[in-house]
């Protein structure tokens, strides 16, 4: 495996750009993952593709209407197919407008009924806006039961979904879909197979930023021994 390469591609590109260091901007945002592990990677009320008892989570927080979204299917797909060990937890957050609140109220509707990810697959599979007119005929079109939909849809329940999702990623600073968390990483838009792939491997090989910090201190990295002295990462 690439260690330093898959690495430094993620420093590089998906690390916010602010002053200091990208190690230790790498650092900190862990920390803040690390306060919410349980509303990202344990929520009973998400849904889940891939493999439910994996060792490694990646969160994605996504919109219908986001055509980057659309793109990024098929990479995550094919991260699942690569790799058996991995757990999707997938978040609907609309942000971009109300169709995209509608459509996640459908998505979400036709969890109910068993068939989340059948649905989600059809919607971001659709090119352009799903309307709410077009979003009805795929739900029927895969067998879902319409009268029971559009009742779920008016839920209290499934707005609270909503809203929870929300919360958590404007507590996470999640201002563009999609955005994904992998252990205590956060990578920001579609970023591409490779990338969510290397992601991966550096999940299987560090468990946390601190251990990839505290190698490279070791090798010799001065950004991240000074990193290391100031946050204590012995």
Avoid: W
């Avoid at 590089?12 to 901007?25: L, P, T, Y």
């Avoid at 957050?93 to 509707?109: F, R």
């Avoid at 059809?122 to 077009?134: A, F, S």
């Amino acid at each position: 495996m690439k260690k330093l390469l898959s690495i430094f591609i993620i420093l590089a590109c998906f690390v916010s750009k602010s002053e200091g260091s990208a190690i230790e901007r790498l650092y900190l945002e862990s920390r803040l993952i690390d306060k919410f592990q349980a509303e990202l990677y344990e929520n009973p009320d998400d849904f889940i593709i891939g493999n439910p008892e994996g060792d490694i989570t990646i969160v994605e927080f996504f919109d219908y209407n986001c055509g980057y979204c659309k793109r990024a299917l098929a990479d995550l797909n094919a991260v699942i197919s690569k790799n058996p060990n991995v757990r999707v937890v997938l978040k609907d957050y609309p942000i971009l407008n109300e169709n995209s609140h509608e459509l996640s109220q459908l998505s979400i509707a036709a969890g109910f009924q068993g068939k989340y990810f059948e649905y989600h697959t059809e919607l971001l599979n659709k090119p352009g806006r799903v309307t709410y007119q077009m979003a009805i005929d795929i739900a029927a079109e895969i067998g879902l039961d319409i009268e029971k939909l559009e009742q779920d849809f008016k839920s209290q329940e499934v707005n609270d979904m909503i809203a929870n999702n929300k919360v958590l990623g404007y507590s996470l600073s999640v201002s563009g879909t999609p955005s994904y968390f992998i252990r205590d990483l956060n990578m920001r838009g579609a970023v591409g197979f490779e990338a969510l792939q290397e992601a991966v491997n550096y999940a299987s090989e560090y468990e946390r930023i601190d251990n990839y910090i505290s190698q490279q201190a070791e090798s010799g990295n001065r950004e991240a021994y000074k990193v290391m002295l100031r946050y204590g990462l012995y």
